[in-house]
Structure formats: C-alpha cells, structure tokens
C-alpha cells in the first residue's frame, strides 16, 4: 500500500475507499489533489470538524496537496447526513461571517501556502446557478432510487427528509466535479457519514468526465463508552477561545479515559507512532498530560499550552502556577462578611444556577480551598482566603477556579 494511506491507516484515519488499489497506484505514481469540505454552520469549528484536517497535514507532508473546502454555498441548505431533523437556516450575511472565521481557524491549524494546502469556497460556484440547466446536467445523473439507499437518507425518511435538503448530495457531488475540472482533484476524503456523498461525487465526476476518482472516509470518532468524542460537560468542544476556554480544552484531554489515550494521541497528535507507543506504556496520567499539552499546542500554540498545563498543574496540587488557572475576581468584603457557599459558586461560574450549587453541595462535590462543604447553609470566611487573598474552588474532580479578592 501506498506510504501516506498506510499512515492515515495506522493511525485510525481508514474507514472505507471506493477503490484503494487504484488510489494506492496513482499516490505512488504522482502527487494527488484531494480536498475536505467544511460547512459554516457556526462561528467555530469544534474538534470533530479537525479528524479530516489533521488527516490532511498528514498527506501533505507525504508529498500530496489539500483543498479545504468551506461550503458557503452548500451551507445554505444544510447536510442531513448524521442529523435526525432539518437544521436551522441562516440567513446568508451570517453564513459568509461564519466563513472567514472558519477560514481563519483552518490557516492557523493548516498554514495555507497557495501550493499545497489551500482554501476554497463554494459560494463561488454554486451561488449562481441556473436551476433548470442544474437540473439537466447535473440532476440527469441521479437516481433517486440510490439515493434513498444510503444510510443517510434511510435515517431521514423516517423522521421527515425536506426537498431542500433532498438536493445537498447533488451540490456536494458537484463541487467534487468542479474541484475536479478547476483543480485535478481527485480524492475527497470525510467522515463515513458522508460515504454516501462522497460516492455519489465519484460516480458525478466518472460520467461527466470519464475520469476516475476516488473517495475514502474515516471511522467516525466516539469515546470508549460509545458517548460522541469532543461532547464535554459545557457543550461541544470549540477551537474559538471564547467558547471554549484554553484551559477547558486542555482538561477536556487530561480527562479521556485510559482506553482512549493511544486512539486519540494517534489521531489528534503528531507524534511518532513508536513514541506514542512508548509514552503510553509508561504511567498513564502522565501520557494524559502529554496528549493534553500535545493537542492544546496543535490548536492553541505551544505558549497556551504551556499556561494551561501550569494551571492544571496547580489545580491538582502538583505545584504550577495558580495565575494560569481559570481566574475570577470578587471583592474580598463579599468573602469577609460571610458569603452562602452556594452563591460563591454561582458567581464564580462553577454552578450554572442555585439549584446547581445546592445540587453539588448534597452529593459531596463541593469543595472550598480544599475543605469538603456538607452544609447547605455554609458561609465564607476570611480564613478561607489564603495571604494573597484567594482560594480554590472545586467543583467534582476535575472542575477548579481560582477566586482573587481585591
């Protein structure tokens, strides 16, 4: 097998190819455009979206070129594939916001050199079609039959498939045509929920052009307990900073299950399989830390990295640096005067609500500058407050803020 699929199969990025002979043959042979396709339908990729980014640095570094498709175009109608009701439209302007956002995330984590790795956005093609020649050139190739095969749609007829959303495999196909007309590309490569796409593309660009071209998917990617990979307990796990906080990112990554270290530090990491293999034979929280501190770099840079593993290190009492934890700011009479704890968490961001904090309170989670809180009606004190006037709150294992008083 050719030596770049054999790396995106060794390190989980292999699910099913239309024909891998043929593409292992033409890889061999010469370097093969491919490219990966991107709705807007946020402000920011999460996690999830990066699999098939991270497959991409992976070939181009093996010598092939990438094209990240943003689909401004196919965004407006939205992909079923994976989706059990019809996505929320929005209004164009929205979408060509969500683009340059989405665009900018992808150079920083890619580094678009114009040659082999690039961007490109299908409002440009699709934008301004002529429905009825549309419907003639491109519509006159599709079964409708096959197309109510794939999975994708089977999921969607029962729950409700709009016509709208009916035309998305058509669009997808058509951008793989032109991709493949403007740029000689190739290879489309996804998630396996997008196999049927991904096909209906290959079999486009075979009858309009004679050419053939090859589609390969990834596993899509779950936790060991078969709960979806990038879900944490505030949401999704979002690349924009706003949303999802360095620090949370990073502990998103100290907390994976044992089972799950080697899986994602081949997938989400750059190392060596060899030294993964090595690192994870080792203690295993220390494999944690290093696939927490190796993905945080990856998406956030190797100075954010840092702060946050310093802060996770002094959350957990391993010494760090305090400044790099999650930091809010009361004022040190609200603590003096005899605060309720469950209003301390609130503020503090740890419990979303009273009924939260009351919640964590009775199930033993509460702690406040390491001290267990048991009483419902527990107050703060100035004794709490260590001498730069702070003090740790945790909420769980695995949650902690820093509260600075002034």
Request: with cysteine; net charge neutral.
């Amino acid at each position: 097998m050719n030596k770049a699929l054999q790396i995106l199969k060794d390190r989980g990025f292999f699910q099913q190819c239309t024909n891998i002979e043929g593409l292992s043959a033409l890889m061999d042979k010469e370097p093969v455009v491919f490219y990966i396709g991107t709705d807007p339908t946020g402000g920011s990729l999460h996690i999830g979206h990066l699999v098939p980014q991270f497959a991409l640095r992976h070939l181009r570094e093996a010598g092939h070129i990438g094209i990240a498709l943003i689909g401004g175009g196919t965004g407006r109608i939205g992909d079923p594939s994976g989706k059990t009701e019809m996505r929320k439209m929005l209004d164009y302007q929205q979408l060509d916001e969500n683009v340059e956002k989405i665009r900018a995330q992808l150079d920083k984590f890619i580094g678009f050199d114009g040659k082999t790795a690039f961007p490109a956005n299908n409002k440009d093609w699709l934008a301004d079609l002529n429905y009825i020649d549309f419907l003639r050139d491109i519509g006159s190739c599709f079964s409708v039959n096959k197309m109510l095969s794939f999975e994708a749609y089977k999921l969607r007829m029962e729950t409700g498939l709009s016509f709208l959303e009916f035309n998305y495999q058509l669009l997808q196909s058509y951008d793989f045509l032109m991709l493949h007309t403007k740029h000689g590309c190739n290879l489309q490569i996804g998630g396996d929920d997008q196999w049927g796409n991904i096909v209906a593309g290959v079999d486009l660009v075979r009858r309009k052009t004679g050419d053939e071209v090859f589609g390969l998917t990834f596993p899509l990617i779950t936790r060991s307990d078969g709960k979806k990979m990038g879900k944490s307990e505030k949401g999704a796990l979002f690349l924009n900073k706003e949303m999802t906080s360095v620090f949370d990112f990073f502990q998103y990554w100290r907390n994976v299950a044992d089972a799950d270290v080697r899986r994602f530090m081949l997938l989400f990491t750059f190392l060596p399989i060899d030294e993964i293999d090595h690192i994870c034979a080792g203690n295993i929280n220390e494999a944690k830390e290093r696939l927490a501190w190796e993905v945080t770099k990856e998406i956030h840079g190797k100075e954010e990295a840092d702060t946050a593993l310093a802060g996770a290190k002094a959350a957990f009492g391993g010494g760090g640096d305090k400044s790099a934890m999650p930091t809010v700011e009361l004022a040190r009479s609200l603590i003096e005067s005899g605060m309720p704890v469950i209003d301390l968490f609130v503020q503090s961001g740890l419990c979303g609500t009273k009924s939260d904090a009351r919640r964590l309170i009775e199930q033993g989670g509460a702690f406040v500058a390491g001290n267990a809180v048991t009483d419902l009606k527990a107050v703060t004190a100035a004794a709490m407050l260590d001498e730069a006037g702070e003090l740790i709150l945790r909420a769980g294992k695995k949650r902690f803020i820093r509260v600075v008083t002034r």
